[in-house]
C-alpha cells in the first residue's frame, strides 16, 4: 500500500481499499493487489516500476497493443467535437452511424444491421431478447428455447448468466431468469440435435456458441463441429447466434471467426476487440432474416442502452479498425499462428503440462490434474519471470497476447512457463 501511494496522488490508496473488484475474493485480494500503470504495445508496468509481457491482451481485448496514441487522439478529438448523444429512436451520431456501416461491411452475415451496446454482456442478453421478439414477430412465440454449450461463457448479465456452461457461473443466482435455457456437450452435434428434439423444435428459438471456446478454456472446435452446428440449426429452424466477443475482429487471423469455420451465422455478437478495448463497447449483428420481421412490423423495438452506440466509443472503435487494417494485423496474425504453436509445442514434453491447445492468436496451457493449486503457482512463477497470463477452467492458463507481440516475446513467453514450471518442488 505504501508503495502505491507514492507513486500515486493522495488518497489512492484510500480508494484502492474501497475498491470492490470483478470477479475477485475479497480477502485473499487485500494487500495483493497488482496495479499496472502503463502499457506499451505487448509490453505493461506495473506501480513498481516492474515490466511484464501481456500473454493475455489482459482480458482479450488489448489487440492493437497498449499506449496507441491514434486512438487516443481520434477519442479526444471526437470528445472535444461531442462526446455523446442519445441515439434512440430518430437520433444518431456520426461515428455511430460510420461504424455500423464499416462493421457490416465486414461481417460474414446477409446484409446485416449492427445494434450497439456497451459491452458483451449487454450483446449477449440483447441478443436473447431480439431472438425472441423476433420469433413472436414471425408468428411462433413458442420459439423461446435457447441452447449454450458445456464450457461455454456469454458474460454475466441475466441471460449470460442464465447461459453459463462453466458450472460456478451461474449458481447461486435462484431461478428468475433461467426458464428456458438448456445446454449441451460442447463437442457433439448429436447431443444438440437430441437436446432439440427433447424440447421440441418448435420450442427452440436459437443456440449460442463461441467459435472457440473462450473463457471456458480455449477449446477450439472439433473438425466440422460448426459447420454441421449450422446445418441442424437450418434443418429444426433454429437462429445461430456466433458469440465473437473473443474471437471477432482478427483473433483467429480473419475477421471473425465465422469466416475462419465456413459457417455464416444469424447473428453475430461482438466487443473488445471492437476497441481494443480502449473504450467499452459492444455490437449484436443482425442478418436480414433477423431484422426484417422488426421493419415490417413498424413498432418500438423496447430495448437499448444509455451508452449503445456512444459516439466517442465508435471513434476509438474507428481508430482501431483502422490500424488493423494499414497494420495488416490480420495477417501478422496469421504468420504467428505457428509461432504460437511452435513455442506450445516445446512445453507438451513438461512433467506437469497436461496438452496445449491454440488456433489463431489464442492458445491455452493445461496442467496435470493431480498437484493442487499447480496452475496458481504457474501463473505466480510467470509473473516473476516477467509475464503476466490468468488461471482458466480446468487447470489452464491463458495466452491470448496482443497482434503486435513479437517472435521474440512469444518466445519470451513460453520460456517463462517453462521456467515456472522448472521452478516447482513438488
Ligand atoms: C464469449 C464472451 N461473451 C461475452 C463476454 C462478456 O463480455 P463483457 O465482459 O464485455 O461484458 C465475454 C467476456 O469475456 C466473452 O468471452
Redesign the pocket.
Known sequence: MDDISEVSPAGFSRALSSYWPPFAALNSRAGNEITIVRGEGSVVWDAHGESYIDASAS??YANVGHGRTEIADAVRAQLATLAAYSNFGNFATEPTERLAARVAGLAPLDDPLVFFTS??????DSAVKIVRRYWTLVGRPEKTGVISRNH??????GF?TALAGIEPNGTGYGTSVTGGFSRVAHDDVDDLQANIERIGPDRVGAVFV?PVI??GGVIPPELGYLEALRKLCDEYDVLMVA?????GFGRLGTWFGCERFDVRPDLL?G??GITSGYI?L?AVVASQRVWEPFRAADTLFRHGYTYSGHAAACAAALANLDIIENEHLLERVQKLEPVLAGALAGLVEHDLVEEVRHVGLLGAVEFIHTEPDLVNRVVAGARRHGILTRVLPGDSIQLSPPFVITEGQIDAIASAIRAALDDIDL
Not at 459491452?119 to 449477449?124: F, I, L, T, Y
Open positions: 482480458l482479450w459491452g458483451g454482456s449487454d450483446a449477449v461455454a461463457y456469454h458474460g454475466m448479465h449470460g463461441e473462450g473463457a458469440d465473437e466477443v473473443i474471437s455478437l466487443a473488445k467499452p459492444g
